[in-house]
């Protein structure tokens, strides 16, 4: 019964591939979140949706393409992967946006050869 | 634009000794504050937040921060600290009257046994 569950838990590919990210919560929340942890654990949002809507976009390059099918879903997925996408990335979610305790996903630890 | 600051990038610590991190934040407005903890591994998880009332507030683990509006801060304290507690753990401000929830560069806190 994982709140916020997120596949794969590891994933290492080749420069220039295309990979997708996926994120599932059951909690029944309205905002999902995309967030970024670098190597020194610096933390950045991606993306936010509320209502399967686009509602923060940060300085994400447009290889990366969230998509929600629904309210329990946002996934990420990421084109021509470069060495610099080398990262873990987190799901959250939250029952409105930002203003309430979000709930974080175990990550993706992505790695780019 | 909020931004978060914790000074203390790394902290080590003996057992049984007291713990305290620092948050500062450079919104003046109504804010939301929350600290995460992220053990080794794992992903971020609440340890408490403050919306209102008394600033003084109290999380899990034997966890408490300080709200001092006048000073912009949210220090994260605890008595006596234990080896469990060796994580990293990210202080994050939401401006209420925004849509961003803004985390500082973490602290990397080790407990020696």
């Known amino acids: 019964d994982t709140a916020v569950s997120q596949t794969p838990k590891y994933l290492v590919t080749q420069m220039g591939n295309d990979k997708s990210i996926k994120c599932e919560q059951n909690?029944?929340?309205?905002?999902m979140y995309w967030y970024k942890q670098d190597s020194k654990k610096f933390l950045k949002i991606m993306f936010s949706?509320?209502?399967?809507?686009?509602?923060i976009n940060e300085t994400v390059p447009n290889r990366f393409s969230p998509k929600s099918p629904d309210k329990a879903h946002l996934n990420l997925h990421i084109n021509s992967l470069e060495l610099g996408d080398s990262a873990v990335y987190f799901c959250a979610s939250s029952q409105v946006p930002y203003r309430e305790t979000q709930y974080f996903g175990p990550g993706t630890r992505l790695l780019v050869l | 634009a909020q931004s978060v600051s914790q000074h203390n990038h790394h902290v080590i610590l003996s057992e049984a000794a007291s713990l305290e991190l620092g948050c500062n934040y450079s919104y003046g407005g109504t804010v939301n504050l929350f600290w995460y903890v992220q053990y080794p591994g794992q992903h971020l998880q609440l340890l408490l937040k403050y919306f209102s009332g008394d600033p003084l507030v109290k999380g899990i683990k034997g966890f408490e921060a300080e709200f001092i509006k006048s000073k912009f801060s949210f220090n994260l304290r605890k008595p006596s600290v234990q080896w469990s507690d060796t994580a990293e753990y990210f202080c994050a401000v939401n401006a209420k009257a925004g849509n961003m929830l803004t985390f500082g560069g973490g602290t990397r806190l080790m407990v020696k046994p």
């Open positions: 949706y509320n209502n399967k809507e686009l509602i």
């Open positions: 909690l029944g929340h309205d905002t």
